[in-house]
């Protein structure tokens, strides 16, 4: 009987993620933050050769910061109409950086009605360098997946840059894949089946992205285009485009559409789906920071405003921006020649910040904790109005 776990490079794995785990919980005795959602919805799915009707999902999620280490993973349990069900598991890790370098890794499992079940992990290595507009990333992966009880080799390169520009974002991705598949997903593809049990495949991503927000609401559209090789040869689109209000206390009603690409790794082809969704969120603060840089920029909450104290160095401006502010920067004014206000506190919960003085970089007030996030950057842990 076929061992699946018995991989070189799963085991490998295992011993990093435990490792890695093990230096990360001495920075987590003092700064911590946990986070997660719970997301519902309901689509309407067009999958030629493999299924037609309605969706019904429900979406947990969960995330822990520790300095500049993060642990995450997210599951979808869904349910449809004709009857079919499906799971998709997935997890990933991040070790803290070493200048602009860190490792990672993902692993997933989807199970679903009338399909075979696959199983993925990979293993890599990302490269980021980030200021206060641009984000640049390079990361690249090498994996297995396992499909019907036997293992595929993965290969994957990503590059991707974002530019912020007021309320709008622009972001540009690639991604390189290459691995080998059974021959049995040229027939799910709906193509006809080659000679021999693999065949090859290389697709090459290209994904255009604005994101723009506006107090409350988020409009977020792109176009992949995704050109493949092989058994699936040819150009792809996928177009999408949603709508996100958030409301207090980290609630959020989300709408979109979008064209899916076929996916080569599960063998599903290309299809359209539309979705109605709600999501909640929460973040809590799990250890205490560690005592403020007297010299360093520090943010308070003083008779419920919220107060920029420069420090040592009399600076001319200052601006805030987080969670709270939809991440647009927000003007300060004077106090006196070292502190300004920033307006008045956020409802009470536990909210990422950031400030800028004169025209710096945007940086982490010295009396906050740390969390840093997946640009790059690292921004304060801001609680008001008592643990959230």
Not at 10 to 31: E, F, I, M
Not at 305 to 329: C, H, K, Y
Request: aromatic content about 6%; glycine content about 12%.
């Amino acid at each position: 009987m076929t061992r699946p776990y018995t991989d070189v490079l799963h085991r490998a794995g295992v011993l990093w993620l435990l490792s890695s785990a093990a230096l990360a919980s001495v920075d987590a005795q003092s700064r911590a933050r946990i986070a997660g959602t719970l997301e519902t919805g309901a689509a309407a799915v067009e999958q030629p050769q493999v299924r037609s009707g309605a969706a019904f999902y429900l979406a947990p999620s969960a995330l822990l910061t520790a300095r500049d280490f993060s642990v995450g993973g997210d599951a979808v349990f869904a349910a449809g109409t004709p009857v079919w069900q499906s799971f998709l598991g997935s997890g990933y890790v991040r070790s803290p950086a070493v200048k602009n370098l860190r490792l990672l890794g993902s692993g997933q499992m989807l199970k679903t009605s009338g399909l075979l079940s696959t199983w993925h992990g990979d293993a890599g290595i990302e490269w980021r360098k980030a200021s206060a507009v641009n984000s640049a990333a390079i990361s690249a992966r090498i994996g297995r997946l396992r499909y019907g009880g036997a293992m595929w080799r993965d290969a994957n390169v990503t590059a991707n840059a974002t530019r912020t520009h007021g309320a709008m974002l622009l972001a540009l991705e690639a991604q390189f894949s290459d691995g080998i598949r059974p021959a049995s997903l040229q027939e799910r593809l709906g193509v006809s089946a080659g000679s021999g049990d693999t065949f090859d495949v290389r697709t090459l991503d290209f994904t255009p992205r604005m994101i723009w927000e506006r107090g409350r609401l988020r409009t977020d559209a792109s176009v992949a285009l995704r050109a493949l090789q092989q058994g699936v040869s040819g150009t792809r689109a996928g177009p999408q485009l949603s709508f996100t209000f958030s409301t207090a206390r980290g609630i959020s009603i989300f709408a979109g559409g979008a064209q899916r690409l076929p996916d080569v790794r599960a063998g599903i082809p290309s299809g359209r789906s539309a979705l109605l969704g709600l999501r909640v969120g929460g973040a809590r603060l799990l250890s205490r920071a560690d005592s403020p840089r007297r010299s360093g920029p520090t943010l308070m909450v003083v008779n419920g405003m919220l107060i920029i104290d420069a420090g040592s160095t009399a600076v001319s401006r200052a601006s805030l921006r987080g969670e709270f502010t939809n991440w647009q920067p927000r003007a300060c004014h004077p106090r006196d020649a070292r502190s300004f206000y920033c307006g008045s506190e956020p409802p009470a919960g536990t909210w990422r910040v950031a400030i800028q003085l004169n025209d710096g970089v945007w940086q982490q007030p010295g009396n906050l904790a740390a969390a840093a996030d997946d640009f790059g950057s690292v921004d304060g842990l801001l609680m008001t109005g008592g643990k959230p």
